[in-house]
């Protein structure tokens, strides 16, 4: 596709178009807040139309959720590689935990700015996008009921409906993931990995019995 902007035919690249309305989203949406950011703002910081915006998504709103999930996509993506990676299945749970928990913490804050974004600017913004956020923490739920289910076999136990343990679980981390959006000066991902760790363990139920492999 050609446009004429300011003057001069120049072929428009549908990609390249994406990739500068995401950058800019990430960083608008983090520095002044998702509330705060206007398609024209966006489009200004990425040097293109309001109609290339357009283009490329429907709404300020969907673009928010591209962005959420490319960050959500990246955090279960590097626990599901960490999952298949050398020792994983002879490691003790605690250790295979702070593994999984080092995997996804690093990747989802890798880039502050879209960790905010991720963790803290998709809060609140319309029943649409909680629903969205639902069925991502769905997802989450049946990743950690596997694994807590495995650690069960493996000696660890939580007093009740281990769904519950899970769900409190998986709201618990995006907590603290948001606590660490919101921080100006964010928290190393080794702190959040060994909080992360704790917090699982404790709610998965005490170690593994004498005699049985932890």
């Known amino acids: 596709m050609v446009d004429r902007w300011d003057g001069v035919r120049a072929t428009r690249d549908p990609v390249r178009c994406r990739e500068q309305l995401m950058?800019?989203?990430r960083t608008l949406f983090?520095?002044?807040g998702y509330a705060h950011t206007s398609?024209?703002?966006l489009c200004a910081a990425a040097h293109l139309h309001v109609r290339d915006f357009y283009r490329e998504f429907p709404s300020r709103e969907a673009l928010l959720v591209d962005l959420y999930d490319e960050v959500a996509m990246g955090g279960m993506r590097a626990a599901e590689i960490e999952l298949s990676a050398e020792g994983m299945e002879t490691?003790?749970?605690?250790e295979r935990v702070r593994r999984l928990f080092d995997a996804?913490?690093?990747v989802v804050t890798r880039d502050p700015q879209a960790a905010r974004v991720a963790f803290v600017e998709v809060l609140g913004v319309s029943r649409a996008m909680d629903?969205?956020?639902a069925a991502w923490r769905s997802v989450w739920v049946e990743f950690l009921t596997r694994e807590a289910e495995r650690a069960a076999e493996r000696g660890h136990g939580a007093d009740g409906d281990l769904t519950v343990v899970v769900q409190v679980l998986t709201h618990?981390?995006?907590e603290l993931l948001a606590h660490h959006g919101?921080?100006?000066r964010q928290v190393p991902s080794d702190w959040l990995t060994s909080e992360l760790t704790r917090m699982s363990l404790a709610m998965i139920g005490p170690g593994a019995r004498p005699g049985s492999a932890a």
């Open 39 to 41: 398609v024209e703002d």
């Open 182 to 184: 919101r921080r100006p």
């Open 30 to 32: 983090a520095v002044y």
């Open 104 to 106: 996804y913490v690093r």
């Open 23 to 25: 950058a800019a989203g």
């Open 91 to 94: 490691c003790s749970t605690e």
């Open 172 to 174: 618990s981390v995006d």
């Open 131 to 133: 629903e969205h956020l």
